[in-house]
């Protein structure tokens, strides 16, 4: 599917894909609980996480034994590729199709590439909890909204890079989560944090100790929080004074239910440069967590384009 005349920051109402956005939630979770059983652990979980390509998401290369293998949800041709180093490959149709009918097809799979692997058998993060073998209730599949919303990634994700480059110290990759569905980047200020006291929907709050364990301030996009979806913005543990603070984004507010900064995707896309604006909030909320929780920004902070003239071949 080629799109040369679409907008490069795409509509697509949080509404009007309601059920295709649940059901591909639970056809992801799927999908990551395969890395999460087989990948070494990382710290904070981040070697369950899938990545934005120019197709869709993957979730790069998962060791098994002496092989590895790569699962991406292509929503260009809309297929789920499973491809193996020693040349396998299968594949699922991204369709409708109930998420028990999907959880067997992709198992299928595996079995003819002689991957076996042993997961989870219910999502995390949402309430119901449906086992998904048994989740016949979810089954929707619109390939355009699947579309606009890889393409709201894709944008997303292009000016977090820009946005982590930024930043010398601890930082994670830009990532997708999976258990919330949404597009993550997380700075850290080095300092330990709190025990989180967890609480998330049908995940052990241990989960929630690993990824809190250190002192952070995070960013990123998730299909919530606004009619279009919301970049967002938070700090663990939150700083005195860090929900009022002025943080340069006017269209941007903090929501007590959710205890984050929010901005609306379509304050971003209808701007007149997307790009500023976004990054305004995301420096704007880094800022007001660094400064109020006392980090050493001049030790965490660097210039992207400090070896500029080298890597341009200038001199």
């Not at 990948?39 to 979980?45: G, I, K, M, Y």
């Not at 993957?58 to 098994?64: A, C, R």
């Not at 998420?99 to 995390?124: C, M, S, W, Y």
């Not at 909204?145 to 930024?166: C, G, I, K, M």
């Amino acid at each position: 599917m080629s799109e040369p005349t679409a907008p490069a920051w795409p509509a697509l109402r949080v509404a009007d894909w309601t059920e295709t956005r649940e059901t591909l939630h639970m056809w992801m979770q799927i999908v990551g609980k395969i890395r999460l059983s087989l990948a070494p652990l990382v710290n904070h979980w981040w070697q369950v996480t899938l990545y934005v390509t120019p197709r869709g998401l993957t979730t790069s290369t998962i060791p098994y034994g002496t092989r590895v293998f790569d699962i991406e949800f292509d929503f260009r041709a809309h297929r789920l590729r499973i491809v193996t180093s020693d040349g396998g490959a299968d594949e699922v149709a991204l369709e409708p199709q109930s998420v028990a009918e999907f959880h067997a097809k992709v198992g299928r799979a595996l079995d003819r590439l002689g991957i076996e692997v042993t997961t989870q058998a219910t999502p995390n993060e949402v309430d119901p909890a449906i086992p998904f073998a048994e989740d016949r209730t979810h089954c929707a599949y619109d390939a355009t909204a699947a579309n606009l919303f890889w393409r709201q990634l894709v944008q997303a994700d292009r000016v977090l890079h820009e946005f982590r480059s930024h930043f010398i110290g601890k930082v994670s990759p830009v990532h997708f989560f999976w258990g919330a569905m949404d597009l993550a980047c997380t700075r850290f200020s080095g300092r330990t944090a709190p025990t989180h006291p967890g609480g998330a929907p049908n995940c052990g709050d241990w989960v929630m100790v690993e990824g809190y364990s250190h002192e952070l301030s995070s960013c990123g996009f998730w299909p919530g929080g606004g009619d279009e979806g919301a970049f967002y913005a938070y700090a663990y543990p939150e700083p005195d004074g860090f929900d009022a603070s002025p943080i340069g984004a006017p269209d941007a507010f903090y929501s007590k239910e959710f205890r984050q900064f929010l901005l609306p995707y379509e304050a971003v896309r209808t701007a007149s440069d997307p790009d500023a604006v976004l990054l305004d909030f995301l420096q704007g909320t880094y800022r007001a967590a660094a400064e109020l929780g006392g980090w050493d920004r001049s030790a965490l902070e660097c210039d992207p384009d400090r070896w500029a003239a080298h890597r341009q071949g200038v001199s």
